[in-house]
T-cell receptor, first 113, second 114 residues
Framework: DSGVTQTPKHLITATGQRVTLRCSPR?????VYWYQQSLDQGLQFLIQ???????AKGNILERFSAQQFPDLHSELNLSSLELGDSALYFC????????????FGPGTRLTVL | AQSVTQLDSHVSVSEGTPVLLRCNYS??????LFWYVQHPNKGLQLLLK??????LVKGINGFEAEFKKSETSFHLTKPSAHMSDAAEYFC????????????FGAGTRLFVKA
């Protein structure tokens, strides 16, 4: 158990809908990262937050947005969902801003029908 | 710009034989490099990391990796494979100015035969 929690574990929804994925980092970790893992794209970095501020952006679509709250939990919002958004979404956390170990949550499996 | 290439999508070894998973990276500055392992239906776990200290890095479960700047490589090795090593392995590069983007390689699936 990494100490990172993600909810829900599974999510099934329809195209065009909007969903919110939630992540609670390890106690004391200020950095939160979001990743998407799909069969065709592999593991893609989406976005990083540090202490409430966006610090790095990867291949995140405009339909997707994220935020980190004062209590350091983070939410990833996915809107206008498409079939291709079906994937495993991971959250990770780390203590610092820089190049240090990331602790991964168990992931949220999103299925768009 | 950073990139990472895992040279083999699948590697198959017999139990008790050495493991070699190859990774090349590209970076315009001194990167941090990591190997993560993902067992089926599980999250990712850090095996080891290189952050400009010793070039030979020892990790968990008997794995180690050597940072070779001249070859831009960070190959993962283990002297003797165990059945429990069967998993997907990811080489990761991270760091730099303007944000700390994390780039994952495509992954190498390790099969271990009895």
């Amino acid at each position: 158990d990494s100490g990172v929690t993600q909810t829900p574990k599974h999510l099934i929804t329809a195209t065009g809908q909007r969903v919110t994925l939630r992540c609670s980092p390890r106690s004391g970790d200020l950095s939160v990262y979001w990743y998407q893992q799909s069969l065709d794209q592999g593991l893609q970095f989406l976005i990083q937050y540090y202490n409430g501020e966006e610090r790095a952006k990867g291949n995140i679509l405009e339909r997707f947005s994220a935020q980190q709250f004062p209590d350091l939990h983070s939410e990833l919002n996915l809107s206008s969902l498409e079939l291709g958004d079906s994937a495993l979404y991971f959250c990770a956390s780390s203590t610092l801003l820089g190049n240090n170990e990331q602790f991964f949550g168990p992931g949220t499996r999103l299925t768009v029908l | 710009a950073q990139s990472v290439t895992q040279l083999d999508s699948h590697v198959s070894v017999s139990e008790g034989t050495p493991v070699l998973l190859r990774c090349n990276y590209s970076s315009s500055y001194s990167p941090s490099l990591f190997w993560y392992v993902q067992h089926p239906n599980k999250g990712l776990q850090l095996l080891l990391k290189y952050t400009s200290a010793a070039t030979l890095v020892k990790g968990i479960n008997g794995f180690e990796a050597e940072f070779k700047k001249s070859e831009t490589s960070f190959h993962l090795t283990k002297p003797s494979a165990h059945m429990s090593d069967a998993a997907e392995y990811f080489c990761v590069v991270s760091g730099g100015t303007g944000g700390f983007k994390t780039i994952f390689g495509a992954g190498t699936r390790l099969f271990v035969k009895a």
